[in-house]
């Protein structure tokens, strides 16, 4: 998991540092105007690779009410543009864990797993331009109250194929 701001000082660095299908996506989110742009779910290409782009306007939820996922073939990039904050969880996908439903094998790309309170999650707090990068192998639990109070935000998920990274 990479996690970072746009507005980090820092921020052409990290991006360089990057694949270049995921240094391309960060400097899309720092320029594009996101907050004004329609909801919904877009196909759209960055120097020629395909990818999908995620508008939600969300509220947070509590986190028994959430399920972990993890994604395969798709990289996730989520970034809040403005609102409120989401907490996420997320931790290392070590194979043990119950499958609550599995749709890796097609179009949807998404696997959930049962809750399970004896796994420690790590947290990460996105705020308005704020990123978090989730990896095929890192098990992520978004959209979660970030103080144990609802939160809106706008919210957007950059779907990088892991072949373009590769």
């Known amino acids: 998991m990479i ?15 990057l ?4 240094a391309d996506v960060l400097r899309y989110l720092k320029t594009a105007d996101l907050e004004n742009h329609p ?19 969300l509220t947070t939820s509590p986190r028994e009410k959430v399920y972990p996922e993890v994604h395969r073939k798709y990289i996730d990039v ?3 543009v403005c ?9 290392d996908d070590l194979g043990q864990y119950a499958i609550r439903s ?20 790590n947290t990460v707090y996105l705020t308005p331009g704020t990123y978090a990068i989730y990896m095929p192998w890192d098990i992520h639990v978004p959209g979660l109250h970030p103080d144990g109070a609802a939160s809106s935000y706008r919210k957007i998920v950059m ?5 373009a990274c590769l």
């Open 102 to 121: 599995d749709d890796l094998d097609n179009e949807k790309d998404i696997r959930f797993y049962e809750n399970d309170p004896d796994t420690f999650e």
């Open 78 to 80: 989520q970034y809040c």
């Open 83 to 91: 609102g409120g904050t989401e907490k996420a969880g997320y931790y």
């Open 159 to 163: 779907k990088v194929p892991v072949a």
């Open 39 to 57: 909801a919904g779910k877009f196909p759209m290409a960055l120097d020629g690779v395909e990818m999908i782009l995620q508008v939600m306007d």
């Open 3 to 17: 996690y970072g701001n746009i507005n980090n000082p820092h921020f052409e660095q990290q991006a360089a540092m």
């Open 19 to 22: 694949p270049k299908p995921l």
